[in-house]
Every structure is written in C-alpha cells, then in structure tokens.
C-alpha cells in the first residue's frame, strides 16, 4: 500500500492534549471523524495500552484507514481498533452497542476530508468537473444536485448566504434557477462557471475562486454538518468519563462558533465572582485545556496549507452534570 498523502492537522497537539486521560489499561478514545486515519494512528502508536474506537461515515475512508491501522492487534488477535460506519452524532448509540459506558478520549477533525477533496468524482471540488454530489456518505441522503435543481430561490439564497456567508447569495441564486430551467445542473464545472459569472469582476479579483463559498454551502446543507455538530458536541461531552478529554478541530467559522459556545457554556461558572469558596456541586463541568482557539504554526501551515484555517478547542471532564 503507496504511503497516505493526507497529513494530519496540528497532529502532535492533539496527542500532547489527549494523552493525559488515556495513561490507564484500557483506556478508550473516540477518533468522531476517522478519515484517513492520520490522527488516529498517531494515538495507538504513542499510547500502547489505548483502545480505538474510529467513527466516520464514508465507507470509502473507512476501508481506507481500516487499511492503514490493521497491525494495531495484539498477539493473540484481539482488535485494539474498532470501526464504525457511522455519523458522530450517533456516538452514544455505537457506544452502547459496544458495551461502553463512558470513554476517557474523544477527538473531531471536522469538515470535508483529504479523501473527499482529492477524489474528484466525489464532486467536493470547484476545480474539476465531477457528478455534482457531495455526500460525505455516498450510499444515502441527497445530493447537491438535488438540492441545487430542487430547492427554491429563496431556499437556495438562504442556504448560500447562512452557509457559505456569501454576499451574492440571492444574485448567484436567481441565475442557477434561470439556469436548472434551461437544463438541470448535474456537473460542478457548469455550476462554478455559472457562480463565477454571478459575482461581479471586482470581487473575483480577490478572495480565492469565486465559487468557493457556494461549494462549502452546498457541502454542509446536503451533509446536514451544523446540525450534526450541535447534536454531537453535547452527546460527546456526555459520554466522556470523569476527567476525560475532548480535542475539537475545526476550520471554518460557523463550526467554531458553535463548538466554542457549548464548550464555553458547560464550563463557566455560576458563582458570584464575590463568593469566597466554590459551594459544593457548583463547580463547571468543564475545564478549558486551551485559551481561547489555538492556531497552527506558520512553519506548520506553510508544509501543508490545509492546516491555515484550523482553530483547535480542547476541555477536560471535571464533574458529571447534575
């Protein structure tokens, strides 16, 4: 098997931050979103006692970093990895039918993979014609097709600026229902060409490829990602034993927000800051490993500039919520 060309993002950070609660035999860590199994990998071999659960819904990187991660067995052919075709919001759920209870590590590298990117018929990318699909899980739900031919303009235009916080939202909206009406859209080439004509010169100028936001709209409405994320993160957090750890990967703003405002909300506190002790059970559930979001380094970004965009999050487990 050819060496994976995915490299993970801010790898070493996430091992630092997680490891502390993963020292025990038989310690367990959730890896929410497996990929290519880059991150995950890196754990079993720095933690030799770890048990992995891996979660992903794309069987494609599933098999991929099954691949990857095979001679992580004992000797006498126990799995010290488990894989799971699933959605990281359906975490509780796996764990239940596996017999866990609470688990000591959970990380999520969040948004659209290496594998997904790089596979252009995947349809993800702007910069190649591919089917225009956009299924993190290629085997259910509906595609970006669906949604570009099916919804309204004014559902389009919501779903583009909410998004993809695109200020031609309802411009680019308006010529793809002109458009779908002449001959549906089935390609990303004919759509980027079309996105690219809505935005005026000026701006294509600068920012990138002009297309760039409706492709991340498209890819997070058909893949429900937000909504994903807002169940999961609770859940997940709900899951972690007492002093577990959580490392949260995210690379665009609106997912941030909403890891930052969970994390931020389960671990402040209700005493009056006047109070001279902290009264019994009123101590947060949670406590911030990291201040504010951390950032890759330059030198990290400038070897793979995938990594410009992460904001890292991570907490520890204080107390059960009452």
């Known amino acids: 098997m050819s060496a994976p060309a995915h490299v993970p993002v801010l790898l070493e950070r996430c091992v630092t931050l997680l490891a502390p609660a993963l020292t025990a035999p038989g310690a367990v860590v959730v890896d929410c979103t497996l990929g290519m199994g880059g991150h995950a990998e890196a754990l079993l071999e720095a933690l030799p006692?770890?048990?992995?659960?891996?979660?992903?819904?794309?069987?494609?990187?599933?098999?991929?970093?099954?691949?990857?991660?095979?001679?992580?067995?004992?000797?006498?052919?126990?799995?010290?990895?488990?894989?799971?075709?699933?959605?990281?919001?359906?975490?509780?759920?796996?764990?239940?039918?596996?017999?866990?209870?609470?688990?000591?590590?959970?990380?999520?590298?969040?948004?659209?993979?290496?594998?997904?990117?790089?596979?252009?018929?995947?349809?993800?990318?702007?910069?190649?014609?591919?089917?225009?699909?956009?299924?993190?899980d290629p085997t259910r739900g509906a595609t970006a097709a669906d949604v570009v031919n099916g919804y309204d303009g004014k559902s389009l235009a919501r779903v583009l600026k909410t998004y993809g916080e695109e200020r031609f939202a309802s411009r680019i909206a308006d010529a793809i229902v002109r458009e779908r009406a002449r001959e549906p859209f089935t390609g990303t080439a004919r759509l980027a060409e079309l996105v690219r004509e809505s935005i005026p010169a000026a701006t294509r100028r600068t920012g990138g490829h002009p297309a760039k936001r409706t492709f991340q709209a498209l890819r997070i409405e058909v893949n429900d990602e937000l909504g994903v994320l807002r169940r999961a993160i609770p859940s997940a957090l709900d899951t972690l034993c007492t002093g577990g750890r959580m490392v949260v990967l995210s690379y665009q703003s609106l997912e941030d927000k909403?890891?930052?405002?969970?994390?931020?909300?389960?671990?402040?506190?209700t005493v009056p800051v006047d109070l001279p002790f902290v009264p019994e059970g009123a101590v947060p559930e949670l406590r911030l490993l990291v201040q504010g979001a951390q950032k890759a380094s330059a030198a990290e970004v400038e070897a793979n500039p995938r990594a410009a965009s992460v904001r890292l999050r991570a907490c520890e487990k204080v107390r059960v919520a009452a």
């Not at 596979?119 to 956009?134: I, S």
């Not at 909403?258 to 506190?269: D, E, H, M, N, P």
């Open 49 to 136: 006692d770890v048990r992995l659960v891996g979660l992903d819904r794309d069987p494609e990187a599933l098999r991929r970093s099954g691949e990857r991660l095979a001679r992580f067995l004992t000797p006498g052919g126990s799995a010290r990895t488990t894989l799971v075709h699933a959605v990281y919001d359906e975490l509780p759920d796996v764990l239940a039918d596996l017999g866990i209870d609470c688990v000591q590590g959970i990380l999520f590298d969040l948004g659209v993979s290496s594998l997904q990117l790089d596979e252009a018929d995947r349809g993800f990318a702007y910069a190649q014609d591919a089917p225009l699909d956009m299924r993190m």
């Open 258 to 269: 909403i890891v930052k405002s969970l994390l931020v909300a389960r671990s402040a506190s």
